[in-house]
């Protein structure tokens, strides 16, 4: 057990860069969760997983072929829109077959897939940290922009349309920028850790925001909270990233407060 | 069409075959119209037909130019759990809370599903009501609303809105006697 290196210089960037997708992916999957999508974040992560896997035994950056698959997956879960959350375990399995076989055939892949299956945060070098960075700067303000569209999709199915507007444009962006988010997070946290950011702490949220706004708030708290603590756990007892960050959120989740009755 | 919001004639509509009309009517603004008829005349279906929300497949429909709608479709979508309060879910239509009424407006900073289903019903019913739009079409808009809402509704009603035409399909004959200007009744399509 040595909590020193938690101090080492060489654990920074992958630290930072983990922590700005903890805040932020927690936002997205307040959207996710509003439109009864959260599967979504897990068809994501696994196609970007397969896309990373491919990209690697291809030659291609792991990021490219990962941020690549995600967009054809938010692209397709638009299509498919009629089809709902079967469209979305259909894409899991898909990926998530490919990703196993390839795995399991290509020695390149091997290590890789270890390290996107089990998350392993500390591979993740300057490039994960630009794009992250990149991702919050052009994500954060566009979740701005797009939330009352999202939220009067969800509430006033008829608002825009009624008034002769189409909001489906609007609705395809957020796809597109949740495939993103997830795809990059996929390959810089791992595949269960990225879904647990997305997943676990709007359930939290949902129960004990006060409102839109707080809970919002409490999301991205919990989530760069859970991770910070998963890092630091992971770092000392020298464990896998990716189970711990899950582990952590699932037991925060199971606090007690407010219950919606919903999950 | 100054004063004229809306024009329909013989208006037919339905999904994948007709189901609804032929219904015509005009509506100037400061009118409150409503659409009576029999349990599956298709009124909901024609007043979805105005805005284009469902297939039209005859007559026409003919707006003022800009003409702003409001739409309140029956059924609601369960708002438990989400963490929204009331004040929020007004500010998405644009929905001002002034005139709200004294029993819900001091609980707009709860959340949703802190609210009684009366009180939930209204509050969705006013963020129609009360945003910004020429044109308001309302279904059934005393469903699920407990007594004192329906006569609060009424009241708002029967203040003058000059600068709006509304367009009510209910089932409560009281509410169409009391509160409209003119009835049109609808007959199935042929």
Request: hydrophobic share 55%; net charge positive.
């Amino acid at each position: 057990m040595s909590f020193e290196l938690l101090f080492d210089p060489l654990f920074r960037v992958p630290f930072v860069t983990g922590l700005l997708l903890a805040g932020l992916l927690p936002l997205i999957g307040m959207y996710l969760r509003l439109r009864n999508e959260w599967l979504a974040a897990l068809a994501f992560a696994q196609m970007a997983s397969a896309g990373a896997l491919v990209a690697m035994v291809t030659g291609w950056p792991m990021v490219l072929g990962g941020l690549l698959a995600s967009v054809l997956a938010a692209l397709a879960k638009g299509a498919l829109a009629r089809a709902g959350a079967s469209a979305y375990a259909l894409m899991l399995l898909l990926a998530w077959g490919g990703g196993v076989l390839l795995v399991a055939n290509h020695p390149l892949a091997e290590q890789a897939g270890h390290a996107l299956f089990d998350g392993q945060l500390y591979f993740t070098g300057d490039a994960h940290l630009i794009a992250a960075a990149v991702a919050c700067a052009a994500v954060l303000p566009l979740l701005g922009w797009l939330s009352r569209p999202l939220l009067l999709a969800r509430f006033f199915p008829e608002f825009y349309r009624a008034r002769g507007r189409d909001e489906r444009p609007r609705l395809m962006l957020f796809d597109l920028a949740a495939g993103l988010a997830v795809a990059l997070a996929t390959v810089s946290l791992g595949v269960m850790a990225a879904f647990a950011l997305v997943f676990v702490p709007p359930l939290l949220a949902y129960r004990l925001g006060r409102s839109w706004r707080s809970g919002l708030i409490v999301a991205a708290l919990t989530g760069m909270g859970g991770y910070s603590l998963a890092f630091a756990l992971a770092l000392g007892f020298d464990q896998p990233f990716g189970p711990l960050c899950a582990l952590i959120l699932v037991m925060a989740a199971a606090l007690p407060g407010r219950h919606s009755g919903r999950m | 069409m100054s004063g004229l919001l809306l024009r329909v004639s013989g208006l037919v509509a339905g999904y994948t075959g007709p189901v609804a009309g032929p219904l015509s009517f005009e509506l100037q603004r400061g009118e409150i119209l409503g659409l009576a008829g029999p349990n599956g005349a298709g009124k909901s279906t024609l007043l979805k037909a105005l805005w284009g929300g469902v297939k039209r497949f005859g007559g026409q429909v003919e707006q003022a130019p800009g003409l702003q709608i409001a739409h309140q479709a029956q059924g609601f979508d369960d708002l438990r759990g989400v963490p929204l309060t009331g004040r929020e879910l007004l500010g998405l239509t644009g929905a001002t809370p002034e005139g709200l009424p004294p029993w819900l407006a001091g609980r707009l900073d709860l959340r949703l599903d802190r609210l009684s289903g009366g009180q939930l019903q209204f509050l969705r019913l006013w963020a129609c009501l009360a945003a910004p739009a020429d044109l308001i079409l309302l279904d059934e808009p005393t469903n699920n609303l407990d007594r004192a809402g329906v006569a609060y509704l009424a009241d708002w009603f029967a203040r003058a809105h000059a600068g709006q035409g509304i367009v009510i399909v209910s089932h409560d004959h009281g509410l169409i006697d009391k509160v409209c200007t003119r009835v049109v009744e609808v007959g199935a399509a042929a």
